[in-house]
Structures are given as structure tokens and as C-alpha cells.
């Protein structure tokens, strides 16, 4: 087996193989030049869309006071952020009026799969407003760090906690509990937006029908809809027993019923495209819904046979929506400032989730096909929910069977899309245990390295919703191998555990400690030499900032990297590497400023508190063959520093001179 030798970083990391006569050594191919991002999963962009066009409208004419919007609005005008909390109570159209009418800010909702201390300054539009639904827990310095970037980009946000009990203590008196709107006041709004001024048939309606249901504590789901129903019965379209009905009737009722429908296929698959892809652009809805149809229409037929293809006139899209009980809305683009979009979404708000129960529980057959369409045409982010839904709403003997499947597939977007799934499970939808259980039985079985490397990436996505010893001790039983790509694996899910900045000291703690194995090719120890190359500074890996250690870590911090550069120059392979990077650093020092600070920062720990002489030889003892390339590197520093040349000269004549007569004694 080949050795593993450290590469330079650059745009399209590759792999160096060098023979020797080690023949337990592993190759692997993401230490200090880059861990290749293309095989890992990567973090979304930070503005997930913008608000659509009827939501604004909402926010600015269909508005109704609630309890607790004064109280945000005054944190926000002090502190630019509030915690708001009230699921259900239309806490993102109040988020919108807040930020809109309230502060003038052009908002954007921001990616919920995003951490909350990955935000840069630069990512978020100047004097902006966020909405951010948060789905990963965080931590008070990652919710500080959030902060610093906002106020930097002199915006304001509005943070949307589903789960106020997961909200640090710390953190807790700032949550702004939203209550709900009254319900008859935001109903006779809804029905003045859509009828004529003069046109008071469906209030008097409303107040007949659903006045005594419309009562305190109703959400604004309800009081939509009762809206909605009693526009319909004032148009004859409905009785009033027949809207009754459909008011009180229960929502998985409703889902029944519309599948006990004669319907066509056509109708079916869009109906589950769009409750797993719900308000995302229609274009993308549809496409995907096509390639569902093909998918279900070739699991009907035999092997031998492939599907006829769609007929184009068969169903005009509106009347397809109608069907479904869903509608478009218009939003800005997101890339193109003077056009928009379409986005779809179901008129019920609490539709999309009941239906994809439905479907999973009543269509066994469909289970297999609609988690591979999953996989093949949602990002993780809209698709991983879904899935996540059903594990836990549908019953079965063993409701991680899908997930095993794709955890052990042979293709990339199957593994990752079964490690965001797991650390969605474990964070947003609090299943820690049922996920620390599936991540040791994959770890712990002798074979399945593929189930491994999943659950590598798994410990790196939700490191911040557990305690960081056990993602690294879990990391340290994966890497006592040798394969090459379980190793890339743990390499990437422990500098992404890095990036986090109260997680610093215990990384360092353990990749000092992983170095002390007495094998040279010992797994751990590869690891820890790899992450401590891009710590240092010897290379750096795009997706990979890490961030300033907090003032109470700064000393361990400082003292734990000192010491875990100091354990990779004494290496026979990374240390002779990393003589090389300085020397490349020094020799593009004259006209590079930015390579020369990094060349001054790592060879302040070369020479810690020793002299340049004594650093000097100790690096030629443990570096004999390399004591030229030594000594030219330490030449050029002293250039670097500005040493007039010929007082280097001097220091390099008289030092040979000095190691000629000690040859010669």
C-alpha cells in the first residue's frame, strides 16, 4: 500500500503517491492540501429566497396586532435581533411586518439548514432584514457570532424558535413569545381583500356560521380558512352544513378523502412533489414531479419495458393546482433583480405534512421510488424534512430501513443525503438517542465501510446539538483503519467540528492525544497530523475558516496548536513537507506579503523560545538529509527580515567554517 504524503493546497486537490519500503502506511487524500468538497456535504448558500409578493401584501394591509410584536420591535430597534417564538400564530408574516413596514428593511429569508455561527458578514445584503427559522441548536457564542455579523452588515433579524425549551439559559429571557391575532378581526380582513367594498354578504356569513367558532386562541390557519368557506357560501358555492363540515373536519380525514378520488397519476405525483418541495420555485416543482410520474410509471412494468412518455395538452397547470388544492405566488428573483419567480404551495398550510404521512403509510409500494426520486431531485434541505416526517409519524418495525439503504449506497448524494437526514433527526427533531443508537451499530459492525464514512459525516453535521467528546470518540473508533476514504472521512468531520469556536481546545486536546500512538501509520495519528497541517497554516481548504479562538481558550489554544506543530515538524514525512511549504513561503515572501506574515507566524513556532541555532539543529537532527534545504530556509527568513545580504553571508560562511573545524578536530 502506498504512503500517504502531504499535498500543497490548490483549486483541484489531487493525490501523491511516493513508494518507500512502508508497507502499512495509508494514503489520504484531504490533510493539509484540501479535503475535496465535492465529496462531503457542503454548506447551502445563506439567503435561501426572498418573500413573496402576497406574503409582503399580507404583512402591510392584512396585518392584525398580537401580543408580544411591541416587545420585538423594541429589541430589534436596540439589540438588531429578536428571538420570536409561536409557531402556528403567523409569526412569519408578523416577521415581515416587523422588518418591513415597521423598520423599511428589504428582507430575505435565510437557509434553516445553515449553522447559526457560520453567517459571514459579507454573505448577508447590507442594511438588510433576515428571517431565519432556525432547525440547528446553537450555542450562545454561535448566536453571538450571528450577531457581530449582522450588526456588521447593519441589518436586522428576526430568529423564528420552534423549540424554546432547546434556546441556551443564557438565552431564554430574550425569547419573545408571539400570541396569536384575533381571529374574527384577521377573517373580516381576509374577506374584504377579496370581495368588493360594497359586498357584505360574506361577513354577515362569517358571523353567522363561524362567529362562535372563531373564538379566542384560534390560529390563524382556522380563521383563513373559515374566511375562505364562508366567501364560498355566500357565492352558493357551498351550504352551510357542507362548509361546517369542511371546517370542523379533521385534516388526515381530508387527506383520505382526497385520495379515495378517481384521480390520474399525473395528479398524484404532483400532489407528493409539491408536499415535499412546497414554496419552492414552480419550474423546479414541476420538473420534478415529471420525473416522479416516469419513476412510478416504470416501477408498474416490467424490466424489459420502459414507460410511454407524458402527454403535453393533458392537464393545463392551473387547473392541476386547482385540483390539488394548491396556488403560485410571485416573488422577486433571486438572481435577477428585475424579473421574478414562481413559487407553489398548498392553500392549507398544514396540508404538505399530512399528505406525505398518507402517502407513506397507505402506498407501500411507493416507499422505495419516492425515496430514490428524493434523492435524485430535492436538495437535502427540502427532502430530508419529508423523510424525517414520516420515520417519525409513520409506524414500522424498523423505520430506518431507508436510511440504512442509502447510508451504504455506493453513490455520494445517497450518503449525503442519509447524513443530513440523521443529524436533522437528532437536532431539529430531538432524537438524539434513536441516532447515536443507528450511528454505534454502523460503527461498530465489522463491515459496511460506506455505513462508516455516512456516519462520519453525520458527527460532523450535528456536533453542535451533542457534546463534542462523544462525536470525537465516536470519530476515533472509524479511524482505526486504514482505508483511505474512511480517514478522508473522519479528516473532514473533525475540521468541520474545528470550525466551531467552543469546540477548539477539546479538538486540540484530542488530536495531541491521537499523536501519541507509537505506530507511524497508526490511523488516529494520520488523522491528527492532517487536521494539525491546516490548523497551523501550512495549507488551508476553501469551505474551512476557522475562527479566533474565545478569550477564556486563547492560552490553551495557543499552547495545544504550538504543541501540535511542534509534533508534525519532529514527523518524518509531514515535518519534511512542511519544510518545503516555508521554503516555497520564503521564496515568494519577496513580492507576496500575505505568504510572508505566514511564514513569520509558523516560524515563531519553529523557534519557540529556543535560538534560531538551537531550533536550526534540532530540526537538522530529525531532518539529516534535509540540513541544505534547512539551512536555506532559515537564509532566507533573515532576507525576509531585512538582514543586509552580505550579513548573511557572513553568519553562513562563518558557520561552515565553524562546522569545518569541528569535522576536522
Known amino acids: 500500500?502506498?504512503?500517504?504524503?502531504?499535498?500543497?493546497?490548490?483549486?483541484?486537490?489531487?493525490?501523491?503517491?511516493?513508494?518507500?519500503?512502508?508497507?502499512?502506511?495509508?494514503?489520504?487524500?484531504?490533510?493539509?492540501?484540501?479535503?475535496?468538497?465535492?465529496l462531503w456535504p457542503t454548506e447551502p448558500e445563506l439567503v435561501a429566497c426572498t418573500p413573496t409578493r402576497g406574503d409582503r401584501r399580507a404583512a402591510r394591509e392584512l396585518y392584525v396586532p398580537r401580543d408580544g410584536i411591541e416587545r420585538a420591535r423594541r429589541d430589534l430597534r436596540e439589540?438588531?435581533?429578536?428571538?420570536?417564538?409561536?409557531?402556528?400564530?403567523?409569526?412569519?408574516?408578523?416577521?415581515?411586518?416587523?422588518?418591513?413596514?415597521?423598520l423599511s428593511a428589504k428582507t430575505v429569508h435565510l437557509n434553516p439548514i445553515r449553522r447559526l455561527d457560520s453567517v459571514r458578514a459579507d454573505e448577508l445584503p447590507r442594511r438588510g432584514g433576515y428571517v431565519w427559522a432556525a432547525r440547528r441548536r446553537f450555542d450562545e457564542l454561535a448566536f453571538r457570532q450571528a450577531v457581530d455579523a449582522v450588526v456588521a452588515a447593519e441589518g436586522y433579524l428576526v430568529l423564528?424558535?420552534?423549540?424554546?425549551?432547546?434556546?441556551?439559559?443564557?438565552?431564554?429571557q430574550k425569547v419573545v413569545f408571539l400570541g396569536a391575532p384575533d381571529a374574527m378581526d384577521l377573517a373580516c380582513k381576509q374577506i374584504r381583500d377579496v370581495c368588493a367594498p360594497a359586498e357584505d354578504k360574506p361577513l354577515r356569513v362569517l358571523d353567522e356560521t363561524f362567529g362562535a367558532a372563531l373564538r379566542a386562541g384560534t390560529t390563524p390557519r382556522k380563521a383563513v380558512q373559515a374566511a375562505d368557506l364562508a366567501t364560498r357560501q355566500a357565492s352558493g358555492e357551498l351550504s352551510e352544513g357542507e362548509a361546517l363540515e369542511m371546517f370542523g373536519e379533521e385534516l388526515a380525514q381530508a387527506v383520505r378523502k382526497w385520495f379515495e378520488s378517481e384521480r390520474w397519476m399525473t395528479e398524484y405525483t404532483v400532489m407528493v412533489a409539491v408536499a415535499v418541495l412546497e414554496n419552492m420555485s414552480a419550474d423546479i416543482v414541476?420538473?420534478?414531479?415529471?420525473?416522479?410520474?416516469?419513476?412510478?410509471?416504470?416501477?408498474?412494468?416490467?424490466?424489459?419495458r420502459a414507460p410511454r412518455p407524458r402527454r403535453v395538452f393533458t392537464f393545463a397547470r392551473d387547473n392541476l393546482l386547482d385540483t390539488i388544492g394548491a396556488t403560485v405566488d410571485k416573488r422577486e428573483h433571486p438572481r435577477y433583480s428585475t424579473l421574478t419567480e414562481e413559487t407553489v404551495r398548498f392553500r392549507r398550510q398544514d396540508w404538505a405534512r399530512a399528505l406525505v404521512r398518507h402517502a407513506w403509510a397507505q402506498y407501500p409500494a411507493l416507499q422505495s421510488t419516492l425515496v430514490q426520486w428524493m434523492v435524485d431531485s430535492a436538495e437535502p434541505a427540502q427532502g430530508a424534512p419529508a423523510l424525517c416526517t414520516v420515520i417519525l409519524d409513520v409506524p414500522a418495525n424498523d423505520p430506518l430501513r431507508h436510511l440504512t439503504t442509502l447510508a451504504g449506497g455506493a453513490r455520494k448524494d445517497e450518503r449525503v443525503f442519509a447524513a443530513v437526514t440523521l443529524a436533522l433527526l437528532a437536532g431539529h427533531f430531538d432524537r438524539q438517542r434513536l441516532v447515536d443508537e443507528t450511528l454505534d451499530r454502523w460503527i461498530d459492525a465489522p463491515d459496511g465501510v460506506r455505513r462508516k464514512l455516512t456516519a462520519a459525516m453525520v458527527l460532523g453535521l450535528m456536533y453542535g446539538t451533542r457534546p463534542v467528546k462523544d462525536g470525537l470518540d465516536r470519530l476515533e473508533r472509524i479511524a482505526d483503519t486504514d482505508k483511505k476514504h474512511l480517514l478522508d472521512a473522519v479528516i473532514w468531520a473533525v475540521m468541520t467540528i474545528r470550525v466551531h469556536g467552543r469546540n477548539q481546545v477539546p479538538v486540540l486536546q484530542t488530536m495531541c492525544r491521537w499523536l501519541c500512538s507509537p505506530y507511524e501509520w497508526d490511523g488516529q495519528r494520520v488523522v491528527a497530523l492532517s487536521v494539525g497541517w491546516q490548523i497551523v497554516g501550512l495549507g488551508r481548504s476553501a469551505g474551512f475558516a476557522f475562527p479566533e479562538p474565545a478569550e477564556v481558550d486563547r492560552t490553551a489554544a495557543t499552547a495545544l496548536t504550538r504543541a501540535l506543530f511542534g509534533h508534525i515538524m519532529r514527523d518524518r514525512v509531514f515535518g519534511a513537507k512542511a519544510i518545503e511549504v516555508m521554503i516555497g513561503l520564503a521564496e515568494r515572501g519577496r513580492y507576496d506579503p500575505a505568504a510572508t506574515r505566514q511564514l513569520f507566524v509558523l516560524m515563531a513556532m519553529v523557534l519557540g523560545d529556543h535560538s534560531r541555532r538551537a531550533a536550526r539543529k534540532a530540526l537538522v537532527r530529525r531532518h539529516p538529509y534535509l540540513r541544505r534545504r534547512i539551512g536555506r530556509l532559515f537564509r532566507?527568513?533573515?532576507?525576509?527580515?531585512?538582514?543586509?545580504?552580505?550579513?548573511?553571508?557572513?553568519?553562513?560562511?562563518?558557520?561552515?567554517?565553524?562546522?569545518?573545524?569541528?569535522?576536522?578536530?
Open 1 to 38: 500500500m502506498s504512503e500517504f504524503i502531504p499535498i500543497d493546497t490548490g483549486p483541484e486537490p489531487t493525490t501523491t503517491t511516493v513508494k518507500t519500503d512502508v508497507n502499512h502506511g495509508v494514503q489520504a487524500q484531504t490533510i493539509n492540501g484540501g479535503v475535496t468538497m465535492s
Open 79 to 102: 439589540e438588531r435581533v429578536t428571538l420570536l417564538a409561536g409557531r402556528g400564530n403567523g409569526w412569519e408574516i408578523a416577521a415581515l411586518r416587523l422588518l418591513e413596514t415597521e
Open 160 to 172: 423564528l424558535i420552534e423549540h424554546p425549551d432547546e434556546v441556551p439559559n443564557a438565552l431564554r
Open 286 to 304: 414541476f420538473a420534478a414531479a415529471e420525473k416522479l410520474e416516469l419513476a412510478v410509471r416504470a416501477a408498474e412494468l416490467p424490466a424489459d
Open 636 to 665: 532566507l527568513v533573515r532576507l525576509l527580515e531585512g538582514r543586509p545580504w552580505w550579513a548573511v553571508v557572513a553568519g553562513w560562511w562563518h558557520g561552515s567554517r565553524r562546522a569545518g573545524d569541528a569535522t576536522g578536530s
